[in-house]
C-alpha cells in the first residue's frame, strides 16, 4: 500500500511536495528533449568533382559530382560554365529513381533544383550528379565548370554547400601520322561516348562486384606497342584506367574513367577513426592522435587564412569542417566533426588556431597538458542519479509520514 500512500502525499501534501514533483517532471521533460535533440544530425554536405585529367579540342567530357551529406533531402544550384568554349550535351542525376532533377538554362550555364521523392534521404557519399560536355575552345584555352551558389535541405531547414570546380588546359589533337587506337572496348560494358580514335576519354559504371575492368584494345598500326595499366577499383569513386599507345617513342594515352558502384547490401561500418590532420599552415599541439580532441596551433601574423582536411580510416566515413577559411588576429575555433557510414555517432575534434599580432617564432611545448575527451555518457550517470535521489527522497518522505499518523 505504500505506493498508494505516496500518491496521497503528493495530491494532498503541502504545497512545497507538489512544487517538488511539478519540477521534477519538468526536470525530466527538458532532459528527455535535450538528448532527443542531440542525436538529429544536421544535414551538412561537401561536394567533389571528378573529371578527365586531359582534354582535346573536338572531344567529349564527362564530370562526375559526388555529394557527401547527412539527412539530405534536396539540393539548389548552378551549373557555370563558359558557352563559348563548351557546349553541355546532357546533365542528368545519378541518385536514385526516387530523386529528380529540374534545370533552366541561363547566360552562364544552367541553374538546378535536385529533390527526393518516398522519403529517399541522402546520407553518405553518392555519386549525384552527371555533366556531359563538348569541347569547342581551341588548344591552349582554359575550361572551367564549376557549381556554385549550393544549398541543401533537410525538411525546411536549409545549409549552404561549398562550391567545386573542375578546371583543364585544351591539348591540340595527336597529328594524323601519330599512332593511335583502331579498337578500344570493355567486356560486358559499354563505353560512354562510343569509342572514335580521336576521343581520349571514357566513362563507365560497373557493378561492386567488378574490381577490374577487361579491356581489348588494337593499334591502328602493327609496330605499336600497347600497355594497359592494371589497376584495381575503388568502390564508390572513380578510377582511372589508362591505355597508353606508343610507336616511335611518342605515346598517345585512352583513359577509361570507371565508377564502382558501392555495395548496398553490406553492413554499414561505424569506424570514424581519423588517421592524421592536413594543416595548411603550423601545426597542432599535442601531436596529432586519434584519442585526443582538442588541439592548438599557432600561425604568424603574415598568415591569414588557415584549412584543415582529417585523412579518415575509413573511406566511406565522412566529415565536416567549421570555421577554417579567413583568421582573424587572436583566436578562432575550428571544428571537424567526422561521421561513420552508419551514423550511428559523430566525433568532433577542436583547434583552437591563434594567429599572433606580431611576428613571433613558436616552437611546439610538450609541457601543455592534454585536454581530454568529451564523455557525454557522463551526462545519462548525472541525470539517472538525480531522478533516483529525488524518488527515494519522496518515498522516505512519504513513510515518515505514514509513521507519524500510526502514531496518533
Given amino acids: ?117 518516398k522519403n529517399d534521404v541522402l546520407f553518405g557519399k553518392r555519386r549525384a550528379l552527371t555533366a556531359v560536355f563538348n569541347v569547342k575552345a581551341n588548344a591552349g584555352s582554359a575550361v572551367k565548370v564549376a557549381l556554385e551558389n549550393m544549398k541543401t535541405t533537410e525538411g525546411d531547414n536549409s545549409y549552404p554547400v561549398a562550391s567545386v570546380e573542375y578546371t583543364a588546359t585544351v591539348l591540340s589533337l595527336p597529328t594524323p601520322d601519330v599512332v593511335g587506337l583502331s579498337l578500344l572496348s570493355v567486356t560486358g560494358h559499354k563505353l560512354t561516348p562510343e569509342f572514335s580514335s580521336s576521343q581520349y576519354s571514357y566513362n563507365i559504371t560497373v557493378s561492386y562486384l567488378i574490381d577490374k575492368l577487361q579491356i581489348s584494345a588494337k593499334a591502328t598500326s602493327n609496330n605499336a606497342t600497347i600497355n594497359i595499366e592494371d589497376v584495381s577499383l575503388v568502390e564508390n569513386a572513380v578510377t582511372p584506367v589508362k591505355i597508353t599507345v606508343t610507336e616511335n617513342n611518342v605515346p598517345v594515352v585512352y583513359t577509361i574513367y570507371a565508377f564502382r558502384e558501392p555495395n548496398r547490401d553490406r553492413p554499414l561500418s561505424s569506424n570514424i577513426m581519423v588517421m592524421e590532420l592536413q594543416l595548411s599552415d603550423g601545426y597542432v599541439e599535442p601531436e596529432f592522435s586519434d584519442d585526443i580532441s582538442f588541439y592548438t596551433v599557432t600561425l604568424q601574423n603574415n598568415i591569414n587564412e588557415f584549412y584543415v582536411k582529417p585523412t579518415l580510416a575509413d573511406p566511406n566515413a565522412y566529415y565536416t569542417v567549421d570555421g577554417d577559411g579567413e583568421m582573424k588576429v587572436g583566436e578562432n575555433i575550428v571544428k571537424i566533426t567526422v561521421t561513420p557510414e552508419d551514423l550511428s555517432v559523430q566525433r568532433v575534434f577542436t583547434l583552437t588556431v591563434t594567429r599572433l599580432d606580431e611576428k613571433v617564432e613558436v616552437t611546439p611545448s610538450q609541457d601543455e597538458p592534454d585536454s581530454g575527451v568529451f564523455q557525454p555518457w557522463l551526462y545519462v550517470v548525472v541525470i539517472l542519479a538525480s531522478v533516483i535521489v529525488i524518488i527515494l527522497f519522496v518515498v522516505m518522505l512519504s513513510i515518515g509520514t505514514s509513521r507519524k499518523k500510526n502514531k496518533k
Wanted: proline share 1%; net charge negative; charged share 15%.
Fill in 1 to 117: 500500500m505504500l505506493t498508494y500512500k505516496v500518491l496521497i502525499i503528493i495530491l494532498t501534501g503541502a504545497c512545497w511536495m507538489k512544487k517538488l514533483m511539478v519540477f521534477v517532471l519538468l526536470f525530466v521533460l527538458m532532459t528527455g528533449v535535450f538528448f532527443s535533440s542531440g542525436f538529429i544530425a544536421e544535414s551538412k554536405c561537401e561536394c567533389v568533382v571528378n573529371g578527365p585529367e586531359k582534354v582535346y579540342q573536338n572531344e567529349k567530357i564527362t564530370l562526375t559530382f559526388f555529394f557527401n551529406c547527412v539527412n539530405a533531402d534536396g539540393f539548389q544550384g548552378s551549373l557555370k560554365y563558359d558557352k563559348s568554349l563548351l557546349v553541355l550535351e546532357n546533365f542528368t542525376q545519378d541518385i536514385s529513381d526516387n530523386w529528380t532533377i529540374e534545370s533552366a538554362e541561363t547566360a552562364s550555364g544552367a541553374n538546378f533544383i535536385l529533390y527526393g521523392k
